[in-house]
Nanobody, 120 residues
Framework: QVQLVESGGGLVQAGGRLRLSCAAS????????MGWHRQAPGKQRESVAT???????EYADSVKGRFTISRDNAKNTVYLQMNSLKPEDTALYYC??????????????WGQGTQVTVSS
């Protein structure tokens, strides 16, 4: 099992910034992808950004140029730096990790979610 603990959400004005953190613990060997998803009220959960074990990153078009994902392998932690926040970024943000599962589909683990609210 992998446990994920998120932190860093909060209330910020439009144009402000926040930094989310997600620390992984437990059976963290073979984690190959870490990332952030978000879900706004009445909307489907969507991928925001991912980072592979080799450092390759991907971003949703809506956050490109504003958000930066990074990871500290020594601390087993993934970060999401969010700048120039917009009211439409308001959502519950979830950390997600994928772990190799030999001979089967990858294991998927989710954090409990951290709320980000951007006021106009």
């Amino acid at each position: 099992q992998v446990q994920l603990v998120e932190s860093g959400g909060g209330l910020v004005q439009a144009g402000g910034r926040l930094r989310l953190s997600c620390a992984a613990s437990g059976s963290i060997g073979n984690i190959f992808l870490m990332g952030w998803h978000r879900q706004a009220p009445g909307k489907q959960r969507e991928s925001v950004a991912t980072i592979s074990s080799t450092g390759d990153t991907e971003y949703a078009d809506s956050v490109k140029g504003r958000f930066t994902i990074s990871r500290d392998n020594a601390k087993n932690t993934v970060y999401l730096q969010m700048n120039s926040l917009k009211p439409e970024d308001t959502a519950l943000y979830y950390c997600r990790v994928l772990r190799y599962n030999r001979g089967a589909a990858p294991d998927i683990y989710w954090g409990q979610g951290t709320q980000v609210t951007v006021s106009s």
